[in-house]
């Protein structure tokens, strides 16, 4: 079972339409994480919160939104999708950012943009 | 890009042990090696890491060459239940004090226990 709660498990939207994933953790950790899997690949980091600020932006689209509204939890809002974004949405978080300690992963949003 | 390189696919026999091997030879002094597998739909599920000394756990063991180069994951008794992509990752430093890092997945291994 994951600490770590992805909702919701599938998620099916158009092109045009706002939808956000959300993802929460009760573990007391500082540090989240999204990342997207596309099939048979694997995860790619997309952005990291620390301390509910914004540390890392992988060049992401501004289609997609992160917001931390608190250190529990983390969303994704999406907007104007292209069918390429179909993919797994990845939530992870841990202790700190800086530091060794492992992140520890939700199972993830399956995302198909029509 | 992944600092790791590993072999696409491995198979095991049940009750054996399986010896996942990982090569990482640019990693730099400060970079801890993980291990992560993802069963079919699920995400990334943590075993174990280490920075140059062996690692055990209730789930496997970690082999770390002493110049730390590579790295073996050993799970002891392989069961069905193993099969899964191992992914082997170093935690790239993005300062020079290892004030944050991140981890970047290569292709990982696909290993099959078979009965």
Redesign the interface.
């Known amino acids: 079972d ?1 600490e ?1 709660t992805q909702t919701p498990k599938h998620l099916v939207m158009g092109m045009t339409n706002k939808k956000s994933l959300k993802c929460e953790q009760h573990m007391g950790h500082r540090a989240m994480y999204w990342y997207k899997q596309k099939a048979k690949k ?4 997309m952005f ?1 919160y ?1 301390y509910e600020k914004l ?2 932006n992988e060049s992401v689209p501004s289609r997609f939104s992160p917001e931390c509204p608190n250190s529990s939890l983390l969303n994704l809002h999406l907007h104007a999708l292209q069918p390429e974004d179909s993919a797994l949405y ?1 939530c ?1 978080s841990s202790q700190e ?2 530091g ?1 300690q ?7 949003t399956r995302l198909s943009i029509l | 890009d ?1 600092k790791t390189t590993q072999p696409p696919s491995m198979d095991c026999a049940e009750g054996r042990a399986a010896n996942l091997p990982c090569n990482h030879s640019t990693i730099s002094g400060n970079e ?1 090696v ?1 291990w ?1 597998r993802q069963i079919h ?6 075993i174990i ?1 280490g ?1 140059k000394n062996n690692e055990t756990n209730e789930m496997a063991s970690l082999i770390i060459t002493e110049d730390r180069k590579s790295s073996t994951l050993i799970l002891p008794h392989a069961t069905l239940r193993d099969t899964a992509v191992y ?1 082997c990752i170093v ?1 790239v430093s ?1 300062t020079l004090d ?11 291994t696909e290993l099959s226990v078979k009965p």
Do not use: C, M, W
């Open positions: 994951t770590v694997p995860p790619e980091l990291v620390s540390s890392i990845l992870a950012f800086q060794n492992p992140q520890h992963f939700g199972d993830g | 992944a801890y993980y992560y739909s699920q995400g990334p599920q943590y890491h920075l992914y935690r993005l290892n004030q944050g890092g991140k981890l970047i997945f290569g292709q990982g």
